[in-house]
T-cell receptor
Framework: GQQLNQSPQSMFIQEGEDVSMNCTSS?????WLWYKQEPGEGPVLLIA?????ELTSNGRLTAQFGITRKDSFLNISASIPSDVGIYFC?????????????FGSGTQLTVLP | SQTIHQWPATLVQPVGSPLSLECTVE??????LYWYRQAAGRGLQLLFY??????ISSEVPQNLSASRPQDRQFILSSKKLLLSDSGFYLC?????????????FGSGTRLTVV
C-alpha cells in the first residue's frame, strides 16, 4: 500500500529559528495536505497543495508540492512558542475511493524560549 | 458553515464494557465519514470509512464496528473493550468539490480502557 515517510520525527528549536520538515512517498499523489495537531485536539488543516510544483504560503508557513508528485515539504519561518505541536503530512489520489488519504507519522515540534 | 461534533471528549471504561462514540456533521450533505485512531499522540490509523447511509468499509480487523444510521451521523462501537482499544479516536468528514476532497477532523475522544 501507499506509505509516507515523514522526517524528522521530532525537532527542538529555539524561538525565532526557521523549521523545515518533509514527506516522501512510494507512490504518486495528486494532492498533499499539511495538518497541525495540538495536544488533545484533532488535526487542523494548514495548507493544501493540488498541483505538482505548487508553492503555497499561509502566514509564516510555506509548503511545496514536489515536481515528482512523490514529496512535499513544509517550512515555518521565525518560529514562535505557539507553533508547538505535531505536524502531519497527508496525501491522496483524488480519483477513486475517498478513503485513499495516507498520513505521515508526524513531526513533533518543540519551540524553546 | 460546516461543523463536526464528536463526543464525549474523554472516556474511561473498564475492560469488557461496551463502547459507543458518536460523530455528527452539520452544514453539508452526503459527506464521506471516517473514524481514525491515534496511539501515543503519533500516527493516524484509518479504522472505518463510509460513503453513504448504511455503507461501512473496514480497514483494520478488530473488535470495533461502525454504523451510519443517518447521512450525517457516524457511530463507533464495541461490544467488549480490550486494553489495546485505548487511544485517541478522531472522526473526520470529507466532501468532494470540483474534484477535490477537503478533509476536516473533529476534536477527538480520549478513550482509556482500564
Amino acid at each position: 500500500g501507499q506509505q509516507l515517510n515523514q522526517s524528522p520525527q521530532s525537532m527542538f528549536i529555539q524561538e525565532g529559528e526557521d523549521v523545515s520538515m518533509n514527506c516522501t512517498s512510494s507512490s504518486i499523489f495528486n494532492t498533499w495536505l499539511w495538518y497541525k495537531q495540538e495536544p488533545g485536539e484533532g488535526p487542523v488543516l494548514l495548507i493544501a497543495l493540488y498541483k505538482a510544483g505548487e508553492l503555497t504560503s499561509n502566514g509564516r508557513l510555506t509548503a511545496q508540492f514536489g515536481i515528482t508528485r512523490k514529496d512535499s515539504f513544509l517550512n515555518i519561518s521565525a518560529s514562535i512558542p505557539s507553533d508547538v505541536g505535531i505536524y502531519f503530512c497527508a496525501g491522496y489520489i483524488s480519483s477513486g475511493s475517498a478513503r485513499q488519504l495516507t498520513f505521515g507519522s508526524g513531526t513533533q515540534l518543540t519551540v524553546l524560549p | 458553515s460546516q461543523t463536526i461534533h464528536q463526543w464525549p471528549a474523554t472516556l474511561v471504561q473498564p475492560v469488557g464494557s461496551p463502547l459507543s462514540l458518536e460523530c455528527t456533521v452539520e452544514g453539508t450533505s452526503n459527506p464521506n465519514l471516517y473514524w481514525y485512531r491515534q496511539a501515543a499522540g503519533r500516527g493516524l490509523q484509518l479504522l472505518f470509512y463510509s460513503v453513504g447511509i448504511g455503507q461501512i468499509s473496514s480497514e483494520v480487523p478488530q473488535n470495533l464496528s461502525a454504523s451510519r444510521p443517518q447521512d450525517r451521523q457516524f457511530i463507533l462501537s464495541s461490544k467488549k473493550l480490550l486494553l489495546s482499544d485505548s487511544g485517541f479516536y478522531l472522526c473526520a468528514w470529507s466532501v468532494r468539490v470540483s474534484g477535490i476532497y477537503g478533509y476536516t477532523f473533529g476534536s477527538g475522544t480520549r478513550l482509556t480502557v482500564v
